[in-house]
């Protein structure tokens, strides 16, 4: 495929040294599903596998003006966000996209360094919520995170799980994948405004994996700047992510990393995930 025709994906995020999560680990996910990835830094951290020591938040107007910068030069094809440390920030990104409602956006937030190392995490929650979410063709993110989302001052009682996405569904975001890790399965719901579209079940990993929810994001985006529906985008993206976190791989002494090129190592008789059970409902795979 020539530069001229490879789709471009806009990823917004923090720099994560490893490589596990952030904009390192959306350039990988891109560059293996056949994209293009160019970046904005919100801010970035100071950590290993492990722990996270720092996080350093980027002046707005600086991530403001290099996302113009590169939407002027290039034809970007899909936007993913990730995280972000303040709500001027997502104040800053979310004015930038709104002039290019064409382009697919995939949000998938991170509020797992709020309370250690965000100050004003309702206020960033609250941005989020009234600024990114209505713009957002899909949304990926955990139960808290919903439901966070969905009630972000957290002010009055906390909504039950199908309020929280029938309420962020009607404030604009047209798809929300819900994540849900329990005992023994990753469950993978996706809705929009016809309720329920599919359910998708995973063998959980054995260890803890960084990066789940980015390569998700990023798979996504990816598969959008390629052409595809949202729907049938996210159900590709999970089997990417479910090869990629089967052969996760530990570099240092923390957490695992998926391994985003797994098909480039794979010999041909290795497993692919299970087609769907026969005794599964409509929309339901297990795998």
Not at 4 to 14: D, H, Q, R, S, Y
Not at 121 to 140: G, N
Request: aromatic letters at 6%; hydrophobic letters at 40%; proline letters at 6%.
């Amino acid at each position: 495929m020539s530069s001229e025709t490879l789709p471009i994906v806009l990823t917004f995020g923090l720099s994560d040294p490893t490589g596990g999560s952030g904009l390192q680990a959306d350039l990988l996910t891109l560059a293996s599903m056949g994209c293009h990835g160019v970046t904005v830094l919100t801010g970035y951290t100071v950590r290993d596998s492990a722990s996270c020591d720092e996080v350093t938040g980027l002046d707005p107007d600086t991530v403001a003006t290099q996302a113009r910068m590169l939407l002027e030069d290039m034809p970007i094809a899909a936007f993913k966000i990730g995280a972000a440390t303040r709500a001027e920030v997502v104040s800053a990104i979310a004015e930038v996209v709104a002039d290019y409602d064409d382009i697919p956006l995939i949000l998938a937030p991170d509020f797992t360094l709020d309370d250690e190392h965000v100050l004003a995490a309702d206020e960033l929650r609250e941005s989020i919520a009234d600024l990114l979410a209505p713009q957002t063709t899909l949304l990926v993110a955990d139960h808290a995170t919903l439901l966070a989302l969905a009630q972000p001052d957290g002010d009055a009682d906390t909504p039950t799980l199908d309020a929280a996405i029938s309420h962020l569904l009607s404030q604009g975001a047209e798809y929300i994948l819900s994540t849900e890790t329990g005992t023994h399965r990753l469950v993978n719901t996706l809705f929009s405004e016809e309720g329920q579209l599919r359910q998708d079940m995973w063998d959980r990993p054995a260890h803890r994996i960084m990066g789940i929810t980015d390569t998700l994001g990023a798979a996504i985006a990816a598969l959008l700047a390629n052409g595809q529906e949202p729907a049938e985008a996210a159900r590709e993206a999970q089997e990417y992510l479910y090869q990629a976190a089967r052969n996760a791989f530990r570099p240092g002494m923390g957490a695992y990393l998926p391994d985003r090129f797994f098909w480039a190592r794979n010999n041909e008789e290795d497993d692919a995930p299970p087609e769907s059970a026969p005794d599964a409902p409509p929309g339901e795979a297990r795998h």
